[in-house]
Nanobody
Framework: VQLQASGGGLVQTGGSLRLSCAAS????????MGWFRQAPGREREFVAA???????HYTDSVEGRFTIARDNAKNTVLLQMNNLKPEDTAVYYC?????????????????????WGQGTQVTVSS
């Protein structure tokens, strides 16, 4: 199984970026797919997820600015990031949950994810 993330870059405050993550090796129709981020000196944190029912979940700081979506036919998960702020600067990782049909805290818990992408840098300048 491999997750290939792309789409990071450098933008100014208020700008937009679109992250994409393509999974290969197996289908994840029954698993949660999401994005986490890690800034220097900080722990990896939850950003957004779309679960196996296609319900979306966001951390409070990105609600209303980021939109996550999945395409099961293409085995991909996308993260549209608008109105970016300097505090969004981090390495962004896509992830797939360890167990099918997971609910609750497992959706946003990094330790409940099994597969990880290689990370893509997002830098927002002020």
């Amino acid at each position: 199984v491999q997750l290939q993330a792309s789409g990071g870059g450098l933008v100014q405050t208020g700008g937009s970026l679109r992250l994409s993550c393509a999974a290969s090796g197996r289908a994840f129709r029954s698993h949660n797919m999401g994005w986490f981020r890690q800034a220097p000196g900080r722990e990896r944190e939850f950003v957004a997820a779309v679960d196996w029912r296609s319900y979306t979940h966001y951390t409070d700081s990105v609600e209303g600015r980021f939109t996550i979506a999945r395409d099961n036919a293409k085995n991909t998960v996308l993260l549209q990031m608008n109105n970016l702020k300097p505090e969004d600067t981090a390495v962004y990782y896509c992830a797939v949950g360890a167990r099918p049909y997971d609910r609750g805290t497992a959706i946003s818990d990094p330790t409940s994810q099994k597969y990880w992408g290689q990370g893509t840098q997002v830098t927002v300048s002020s």
